[in-house]
């Protein structure tokens, strides 16, 4: 009984650990998206692109109207109701968070998403209709802060489950090759 009253304050400790990282990180990803893509407007619009590794990488802006590649630039409303419902996922989430990797991973889609749905919400040509500025050119494409975020979030999550890794921190462990056979001889 003692012992189920010393890990219960430990579990509060660990989970508000692991909140903190998730919106610690998603806070930091929307700060510097921002501050970023307010320097973008500032000193690139209207300029030339700026070559930084030769034609693989360098900086150009660009106000994407769409999705990931200027998809779906026709229905722009849609993008913040999606960034709305993702985000109460991860609050629904979050409520049995025990891993880092995941408070990385869910910290870093939130901020991703945020700000992106900032853009959408306040940038021109109006509210839910906002082009999100991309400024990151890597040849096949122009990104943002929040772009990377929200495709490193991707990398995170899919290698933290391939790993075994559930989001309360415990461990699944894969099925033995004995067990799999036992289940084929129905």
Known sequence: MDQMKSQAPEAKIRRRTML????GIAAAVLV??????????????????????????????????GAALGMGAGVT?????????????????SRKLGSAAWAVGLGLLLGGLFGNLVDRLFRQPGFLHG??????????????????????????????????????GSKTTAPSAHSSREDTHD
Do not use: H
Request: proline fraction near 3%.
């Open 131 to 168: 082009a999100v500025v991309d400024f990151i050119d890597l040849s096949l494409f122009i990104c943002n802060v929040a772009d990377i975020a929200i495709t490193a979030a991707a990398l995170t999550l899919v290698v933290t489950s391939l790993r075994g890794i559930d989001l309360d």
């Open 32 to 65: 510097l998206d921002q501050m970023t893509k307010f320097l973008a407007v500032r000193f690139l619009e209207g300029q030339e692109p700026i070559s930084v590794l030769g034609s693989l990488a360098g900086f150009a802006f660009y106000r994407n109207p």
């Open 77 to 93: 409303w849609v993008f913040p109701l999606i960034a709305i419902a993702v985000f109460v996922a991860i609050l629904v989430l």
């Open 20 to 23: 903190r990282i998730l919106f």
